[in-house]
């Protein structure tokens, strides 16, 4: 495992565009986590409010609401992660390394195992930036910190995990099946922004099975940190992980993992 971790990271390391495109998110990641506190105090100043409620009280960095609210913010930045994966694989057939590797006795199996393994990286390093960002913003900015609070609600960490998982999963698909990086990034735009919202909102006016709505990948994904903003106005909220989110997404990436290890190993892989 660790040698094959080593092989992805010997080949990425010299490509500049990638290299390059993983420190911009990290950074736009861990501004987005900590300013949050300067954009309520700018909105404060700016004489805004929400029903009634100053932005600058707003506690944003409170536990344990806070593991939530920053799992939340992180999840729109998952599309730009995404494009980092597709660069990764098309990358493999756009220079034909992928052939070499098998020609240099790499399995399939073990080429995708190389690319799980990049995919669960990014996504423990996400986890790991969320949890530093909340503890030392949760600490710098709470109201009180008291110790039993700190782990309420850190099942969000774990969740928004599952959730990187399954949707770069999803994105190595697209970019095995299309192997150009913009044809790819395209679709995989298109089809999580217009496609599958439009047809999640038409069936949902002929259908009250939400279940069944939740099975569409985009939606599963999104589903498992679900929008905390409202508690703020004093409505109810789901402040807790759903389990069945958690079966469909675990099931979507197994669909996933088992339709790319076909591809790659019973089609043309160059």
């Known amino acids: 495992m660790l040698q094959l971790l080593?092989?992805?990271?010997?080949?990425?390391?010299?490509?500049?565009?990638?290299?390059?495109?993983?420190?911009?998110?990290?950074?736009?990641?861990?501004?987005?986590?900590?300013?949050?506190?300067?954009?309520?105090?700018?909105?404060?100043?700016?004489?805004?409010?929400?029903?009634?409620?100053?932005?600058?009280?707003?506690?944003?960095?409170?536990?344990?609401?806070?593991?939530?609210?920053?799992?939340?913010?992180a999840s729109y930045l998952k599309f730009f992660l995404a494009f980092i994966?597709?660069?990764?694989?098309?990358?493999?057939?756009?220079?034909?390394?992928?052939?070499?590797?098998?020609?240099?006795?790499?399995?399939?199996?073990?080429?995708?195992?190389?690319k799980q393994l990049m995919i669960l990286a990014f996504s423990v390093i996400n986890v790991a930036i969320l949890w530093l960002a909340g503890t030392i913003m949760g600490v710098a900015n709470a109201s009180t910190f008291e110790g039993h609070l700190y782990f309420m609600g850190s099942d969000f960490l774990l969740a928004h995990f599952i959730e990187l998982v399954t949707f770069l999963n999803l994105a190595m698909l697209i970019s095995i099946l299309m192997k150009k990086a913009g044809f790819a990034i395209i679709l995989l735009c298109f089809y999580g922004i217009f496609v599958e919202p439009i047809a999640v909102g038409?069936?949902?006016?002929?259908?009250?099975?939400?279940?069944?709505?939740?099975?569409?990948?985009?939606?599963?994904?999104?589903?498992?940190?679900?929008?905390?903003?409202?508690?703020?106005?004093?409505?109810?909220?789901?402040?807790?992980?759903?389990?069945?989110?958690?079966?469909?997404?675990?099931?979507?990436?197994?669909i996933s993992l088992t339709i790319n290890y076909y591809i790659l190993v019973k089609k043309d892989i160059a």
């Open 6 to 73: 080593k092989i992805e990271w010997l080949k990425l390391k010299n490509y500049k565009t990638f290299i390059r495109l993983a420190i911009v998110y990290y950074l736009l990641l861990l501004l987005v986590l900590c300013s949050v506190q300067l954009v309520l105090s700018w909105m404060q100043s700016q004489g805004m409010e929400f029903q009634g409620i100053s932005p600058d009280i707003i506690p944003f960095y409170d536990f344990p609401d806070v593991w939530q609210n920053l799992a939340y913010l």
């Open 202 to 254: 038409i069936l949902g006016h002929f259908t009250d099975d939400s279940w069944f709505l939740n099975l569409f990948p985009i939606e599963a994904v999104n589903n498992l940190v679900p929008v905390p903003f409202q508690r703020y106005i004093f409505m109810e909220i789901q402040d807790y992980v759903s389990i069945q989110s958690v079966i469909i997404c675990v099931g979507l990436y197994l």
């Open 85 to 114: 994966v597709i660069i990764s694989v098309t990358n493999e057939y756009s220079y034909r390394t992928i052939r070499q590797n098998i020609i240099d006795g790499m399995s399939p199996k073990s080429f995708l195992i190389s």
